[in-house]
């Protein structure tokens, strides 16, 4: 990794502090809402960026990264094959990815400008790797590449890559790919991530773990990027990120709480970003059929009946959100939802026929909000006879142990919001980590065959069926869509997101 020195390393290091005090400090909330007078460092092509990570730290190993922050490092330091931006479907290091006639292997063309941030080449060989790494323990990014046969990855040139797979999957593209494909060089062994080296727009120049600073990677295959840093500090609160950025120590706040947003509304200092659907959380609170009492679809649905999304939404996101009818997708491509209503007498009837009077949900602000919502949905759930017992846990430590998350009955937990079918295929799988409602082996069957349909029209009705069966019987208690809400200094424009993720490849000052 290189080093920054000097003034440099020492400018690095004051901010770094700066950063981390405004992530603890509470009277940074109550900053004036006028601009501090601090001149933004993004007009002097320094972008600086505060984010959360649910696993506390910046990870930069792409085999165990967490949400947040360090998606935010992967997408900048690491290109993928291919991208998830809004609802579209784009190549990124693959200039194409064409399958056979069955969908059982797959021919991934490379482009042939890009190399990695040392200076070597992007080769078939560092995909073929790439792949390999992230689809073997212990990455816990395996079970999305459950269905690569590894015996099969072929090198057929320099650029060209054959992938064969165990079963034919006609969404390979979106269903894999663009879920997460970063690339790194053949080699790079467990040491080595912390280098960070990839062949995406920036390159490391120093990391912490609590923050850290990329450069401009001026022979990137698509143009340098506008800013020459970015600083990204780890701010796990979203009050203390929007604080920061009042006083100007940030000039790009990732994710911040409705209330923050609605009394910013009239600052003319700060500019409020609204993401839309595609560019939202789907927050639920996930039922797990496999443990009581959640194994009784009575008191799934009683659940279910018992909620009123609309004041959930209203209260809770300040109307900045839609309400969810517990299937992803909503707005994208392919969703098949229905609409849901209140019944607070048939909720009673089906709590007090499984003899339910009250549950326990664990909770945690892993998006601005969520404690706030699980205590509505008590009260709610209150009106039906049914009391709830809200144990809050840090949002920082929620997701430590991933493969705990499917021994809890009754979780907080949010989705970014994709399509219907890219949602499915990575988190409903057998083994894989965020199947938290306990989908079984029924459900794997028929998503395993909905995967494998290579007619576009055939598999989308096939992936409908799949939701309305989730919407009469699933798990999900999913109540509303939460706008990405980011800020940022006036003037910042190209910022594009990818699964809910800020990417700055783009974006410039006015």
Sequence with gaps: MKQANGVERRRFLQWSAAATAAAGATALSACSTESSGTTSAA??????????????????????????????????????????????????????????RDATEW???????????????????????????LASPPSTR??????LDLDRL????????????????????????????????????????????????????EHDGKNLRLAVNDRYWDGASHFHRIELALIADPAARLAALRSGQIDYASGISATGAKAERANRAIRLRRG????????????????????????RRAVRLAADRTALVRKVLLGLGSTGEDLIGKGLPGYAGGTRERDVAEAKRLFARAKVDSLTLRAADTVPGFVAA?????????????????????????????????RIPFQTFYYANRPAAVHLSATTTEGAFFNVTGLGKRHWKRLGAAQATVDDSRREAAFAAIQRDLFASGGDLLWGFQEQLDASVPGLSGVWSSQSTPVFTRARIA
């Excluded at 291919?82 to 399958?99: C, F, T, W």
């Excluded at 053949?186 to 062949?199: H, R």
């Excluded at 209150?382 to 998350?405: H, R, S």
């Design 43 to 100: 007009a002097g092509n320094l972008l600086r960026v505060g984010a959360s990570d649910a696993t506390g730290s910046i990870g930069l190993d792409p085999r165990h990264a967490g949400f947040g922050a360090s998606y935010i490092a992967m997408y900048h330091l690491y290109d993928q094959l291919m991208y998830l931006r809004g609802s579209r479907y784009e190549p990124g290091l693959a200039e194409s990815v064409e399958p056979n």
């Design 107 to 133: 021919t991934v063309r490379i482009r042939r400008r890009a190399v990695f941030h040392d200076g070597s080449p992007v080769r078939a060989a560092d995909v073929a790797y790439s792949l390999r790494t």
């Design 142 to 147: 395996a079970n999305n590449f459950a269905d």
């Design 154 to 205: 072929k090198a057929v040139d320099s650029h060209t890559l054959k992938v064969g797979l165990k079963r034919p999957r006609g969404d390979f593209r979106e269903g894999i790919l663009a879920v997460f494909s970063p690339v790194f060089p053949e080699g790079t062994g467990e040491k080595d991530f912390a280098k960070g080296v990839g062949s995406g727009p920036y390159r490391l120049e």
């Design 276 to 299: 839309d659907t595609a560019n939202s959380n789907a927050l639920s609170f996930a039922m797990n059929q496999h443990l009581a009492p959640f194994d009784n679809p009575d008191v």
């Design 374 to 406: 699980a205590k509505l949905l008590g009260q709610q759930l209150k009106e039906a006879g049914v009391d709830l017992d809200v144990q809050q846990v840090p949002a920082d430590t929620y997701y430590a142990d991933l493969k705990g998350l499917s």
